[in-house]
């Protein structure tokens, strides 16, 4: 089978919702390992945008594809594939617990096992032999359980809104690393979310929508890059090309910094300091939160 | 709500109700047998009651947000909506067996003995097998339910309002009755009547309606059910699955 890369693409894809024209002639493709987040004002169109990818809802003109198919209505109201979302705050069977629940979904489509199930959960920081019913969860442990759900089939395209809702720091931490793992295993993810903090630090390309048009913010992501250099005047001159650069403590003896670019992977960092005469020590992206 | 209400009805009314017309159990089965084929009980009580339960079977899951969790890994929406079908034909037969069993335990509790032949006082005329007799009204009851359950699913689905949905099942309810008291030739005609065994089978207590047999009831369930289901695949295959319209 040939390989999609755009795993979601919308075409001039238009949505009314009751008197309200929530989507206008919306373009957008989100690719296999990128994050594209959505931010907006509550009530703009965020969340219809990740429902039309789920099938919940059909557009009106344009085309939704997923995983390179139409989303159609079809003779008994098809729906896309592989897609893991949390929608809106999670709900789950009160009186279940957080196991139950999620072995209930995953009976649906038969792909992972009960053990699958434990890690998921596991992965997400909760206990999977806590038997206590969702409804005694708080907030955080329901979005955490959201998650969890989301992402245990390991679908290809992952659908997050208001992701970090109710989560700590700790939660946010986890998150992040949750989010780089299926970047990295090649999934597709749509963030939205009215914090555009939030939006930023986690996606590649970023979006606003208003009046029912998509506008972009950002069409590249900034990687944070860390070098390490044999003497502080490399550094020195990393920062006189008029680059973002902060210096750090020493690793390992040397002197180093974090520079942030658009540089997509490590040659083009290293070729870009060969070229402006910098010897380095080594040269490593770390996280945008790394500072 | 709807098992507290249902051991309400069957506690507090039905003595008065399996007491008409002079009629008197004689024994277990035949309190039974009179409990279900009450009018008041049959046309309104009881389906009202199992509206209560089923109502709000798919819009409390688009509500709530559950539908989301289960269509992201469904295959199409007809196979979500028939699932449904599927536990309200389980919540048909779960409520007719319970109804029969506490009717069972209040006829004990009334004293009567746990005797399952034919009592000379019994409401039929024609020779026949009482727990033939009990299966039938018992199908009548689960076919009925089912058919009638998934029709109001739709109209749910139309009003968005489990309120309005179970109102609507409710007048539908008291239509029968009323059809069942002022215009009899009409009753066939309404969806809860269709349980009524006693106006389908030859009786001590009323004259049957001409053309308003077992067989009419079932064929009735059938196209009623296949209508609900047809119609429920044309709106649902279109409807925005939202919390708001």
């Known amino acids: 089978m040939d390989k999609i890369n755009n795993l979601v693409e919308f075409t001039k894809v238009s949505k009314k919702l009751g008197n309200k024209q929530v989507l206008n002639d919306i373009n957008l493709t989100v690719a296999s390992g990128e994050v594209v987040g959505i931010v907006g004002p509550n009530g703009c169109g965020k969340t219809t945008l990740l429902r039309l990818v789920t099938g919940l809802i059909y557009p009106d003109r344009g085309e939704v594809r997923v995983s390179g198919r139409a989303v159609r209505l079809g003779l008994i109201g098809e729906l896309p594939a592989s897609v893991g979302a949390l929608i809106e705050s999670p709900a789950f069977l009160p009186q279940l617990s957080g196991l139950k629940n999620l072995t209930i979904l995953a009976d649906i489509q038969q792909k992972i096992n009960e053990q699958a199930v434990r890690e998921a959960i596991k992965r997400v920081g909760l206990d999977p032999d806590n038997r206590k019913p969702v409804k005694s969860y708080s907030l955080g442990m329901r979005q955490r359980l959201g998650i969890a759900q989301a992402i245990m089939e390991k679908p290809n395209i992952l659908l997050f809104d208001e992701p970090t809702n109710g989560l700590d720091q700790e939660g946010k931490i986890l998150f992040s690393g949750i989010m780089k793992e299926q970047v990295e295993q090649g999934a597709a993810v749509m963030m939205v979310s009215h914090n555009k903090e939030e939006i930023n630090r986690y996606c590649d390309r970023v979006f606003m929508i208003q009046n029912g048009t998509l506008h972009p913010v950002r069409e590249q992501r900034d990687k944070s890059w860390l070098i390490i250099t044999n003497n502080l005047s490399d550094l020195e001159h990393i920062y006189q090309q008029g680059l973002l650069l ?23 960092m290293m070729s870009f300091l060969t070229e402006i005469g910098v010897k380095t020590v080594d040269v490593r992206e770390v996280e945008n939160d790394y500072i | 709500m709807a098992l507290v209400s249902c051991v309400c009805d069957h506690f ?16 277990v089965l035949d309190y039974i047998i009179n409990a279900l084929t009450q009018q008041f009980n049959c046309m309104v009580m009881l389906p ?40 309200l034909f389980v919540c048909a037969f779960l409520f007719t067996m319970i109804c029969t069993v506490i009717y069972l335990i209040s006829g004990l509790l009334s004293g009567l003995p746990l005797d399952f032949t034919w009592s000379s006082h019994s409401l039929f005329t024609e020779e026949t097998s009482p727990s033939f007799v009990l299966i039938m009204i018992e199908c009548l009851y689960i076919f009925g339910l089912t058919a009638y359950g998934t029709f109001l699913l739709m109209v749910s689905l139309i009003l968005r309002n489990t309120v309005f949905t179970w109102g609507t099942g409710a007048f539908m309810n008291i239509l029968s009755y009323v059809a069942w008291l002022k215009m009899r030739e009409i009753e066939k005609w309404f969806p809860t009547s269709q349980m009524m065994f006693l106006s389908q089978y030859p009786n001590k207590l009323i004259v049957n309606t001409p053309g308003f047999t077992t067989h009419w009831s079932l064929t009735y369930h059938f196209l009623l059910f296949t209508f609900s289901v047809l119609l429920g695949l044309l709106l649902f295959r279109r409807i925005n699955l939202t919390r708001s319209i």
């Open chain 2, 48 to 87: 009202s009651i199992f509206l209560i339960l089923v109502a709000d079977l798919i819009l409390s899951d688009l509500n709530n947000g559950y539908a989301g969790l289960i269509l992201t890994r469904a295959r199409s929406r007809l196979s979500w909506l028939l699932a449904k079908i599927c536990v």
């Open chain 1, 246 to 268: 902060q210096i750090t403590e020493r690793v390992d003896g040397y002197p180093a910094g974090i520079c942030k670019g658009k540089w997509k992977n490590r040659d083009e």
């Open chain 2, 12 to 27: 507090s009314f039905v003595i008065f109700f399996s007491r008409r017309n002079g009629i008197q159990s004689l024994n």
